[in-house]
RNA sequence: GCCCGGGUGGUGUAGCGGCCUAUCAUUGAGCCCUGUCGAGGCUCGGACUCGGGUUCAAAUCCCGACCUGGGCGCCA
């Protein structure tokens, strides 16, 4: 045995233009249709279906009798001659000369991957492998790709540099969420919540723009549909600009994503309609939002971060992507820079954050930064943590840290919204949740 | 962490004290069938999460464990 499967065709490669041609095709048995003296073999490849028909009598009995045994989703190659048919579904089919069995598979498999019967989210991620051969799965890991390109080509277009921080970390955080412990040789250290403090640093460097696209791990005991343990974010920081700038930068991103993935064919495998927002995004104030909330008679008090039933309220409210703005201090991180009461001319202790919100929830957070050391340290001990563990951060604000402001976007969030997906595991390939560990 | 649901062949389901030797679809095996594209027809195979309890009788009711769906909280 041994097919050349170094030039072999894609399915949607071949037409009935190549007809009379001899080819090699390679992927999985789809289906198999035996309609007595005409077999019908559909194989799957990345590119989509090719449909090989033996007649019987006119092929080989050997090789029709192969062809019948094989196992769906087996692994195969196939060399035959494209015949021009308009009865076939790509206007070709192929008359089989040899078949190679590469891998044949078990029978009775975890999942249907013709769509006849449908599958819970649970079984299809136990048979993850299997799951992404269906059309659905596939086309979302394929806009899940581009959707990361598109991000990387814009930022680098607009100067960007792409740079790697450590995802082991010692115990300083930026507070609010939990963290998952591991072993370090002889000490203790944790798998980084985010880039923030890092990213920061790197604004003294002179490199003014920065981005990294990596995971973040929030050891929360959180068991929701839009949460998950290990996520990918996308983190930008801009030196010499306020949040103003990286707010643009934000919504034009967005933008940017989506009419690139409206663009994408295999869209339509996702039965939606994607419509690509309009910039710049409404902005409210925090103070806004919790007036608009007041109306519909859900009352917030002022200090309090949104609930979900807010968020959801305030999304159908306003009904497309919206930044909310001049967050309170309290229920923002201590890198957060304090508005300035003179100049902007509003109440105190609001600050300079916001909120990228979709109607169903939250996508990405931002501010103008802390570059002050001194303010930095004092925000560092009201919010009740201890400066020591942080001198590796505020080192860096010592010796010429140039304002800046940045963001961070969560990829599996922006890509389930777009798709309108309920569940974030849907875009992860692998997802690691509260209950979840493998595959 | 709190509050509600649910665990039945490989997959998706019906049944919710005796009619269950458990329904249907799909899958698998076999047979018939020369143009299928969710092919069709016939035959056969395959399941009540686990452990206690209630009852003459448990897939069905109760308790616990494990798994799981949703909402909320926390959080991005």
Not at 94 to 120: C, F, H, Y
Not at 215 to 227: G, L, N, Q, S, V
């Amino acid at each position: 045995m041994s097919l050349l499967i170094h030039n072999r065709e894609y399915s949607t490669e071949i037409t009935a233009a190549d007809h009379g041609k001899r080819v090699s095709i390679a992927g999985w048995v789809h289906e198999k249709r035996h309609l007595g003296g005409v077999f019908f073999l559909i194989v799957r490849d990345f590119s989509g279906f090719a449909q090989v028909t033996l007649h019987k009598g006119e092929v080989e009995k050997g090789l029709f009798e192969r062809v019948k045994k094989v196992p769906r989703e087996s692994v195969v190659a196939i060399e035959g001659k494209v015949k021009r048919e308009r009865k076939a579904p790509n206007g070709y089919e192929i008359i089989p000369e040899r078949m190679e069995v590469l891998n044949e598979a078990s029978q009775i498999l975890p999942l249907d991957i013709t769509g006849k019967v449908g599958a819970e989210l649970d079984t299809r991620l136990d048979a993850r492998f299997m799951d992404l051969r269906t059309e659905r799965t596939k086309h979302i890991f394929i806009i899940r790709s581009r959707v990361l390109k598109v991000i990387r080509d814009f930022l680098d277009g607009q100067g960007f540099i792409e740079t790697n921080t450590p995802k082991i970390v010692s115990a300083a955080t930026e507070g609010g969420t939990a963290l998952f412990p591991i072993s370090y040789f002889e000490r203790e250290a944790f798998l980084n919540q985010s880039p923030q403090l890092y990213k920061q640093m790197l604004m003294a460097s002179g490199f003014d723009r920065v981005y990294e696209i990596a995971p973040i791990f929030r050891a929360e005991e959180h068991d929701t549909t839009k949460h998950l343990n290990e996520a990918t974010s996308v983190d930008i920081e801009v030196a010499f600009v306020s949040a103003k700038e990286v707010m643009a930068i934000l919504e034009e991103l967005i933008a940017c994503v989506y009419s690139e993935i409206e663009r994408y064919p295999g869209l339509s495998k996702l039965n939606l309609n994607l419509e690509v927002p309009k910039i710049p995004f409404r902005r409210i104030t925090y103070d806004e939002a919790i007036a608009l909330l007041s109306e519909t008679g859900e009352e917030i008090e002022w200090g309090e971060d949104l609930s979900t039933s807010a968020e959801h309220t305030l999304g159908e409210l306003i009904g497309e992507l919206y930044f909310i703005t001049d967050w309170p201090c309290a229920i923002k991180p201590f890198y957060a820079q304090p508005i300035d009461v003179e100049v902007e001319g509003k109440r105190e202790d609001i600050c300079n954050a916001f909120d990228l919100m979709h109607p169903k929830l939250e996508l990405a957070s931002g501010s103008q930064r802390v570059h002050s050391y001194e303010l930095l340290k004092r925000n560092i001990e009201s919010k009740g943590l201890n400066p020591d563990s942080f001198e590796f951060y505020l080192d860096a604000f010592k010796y010429g840290m140039p304002p800046h402001a940045g963001w961070g976007l969560g990829v599996e969030r922006l890509l389930m919204s777009m798709l309108e997906i309920d569940n974030i595991r849907e875009v992860v390939l692998f997802p690691r949740d509260r209950r979840r560990l493998a595959p």
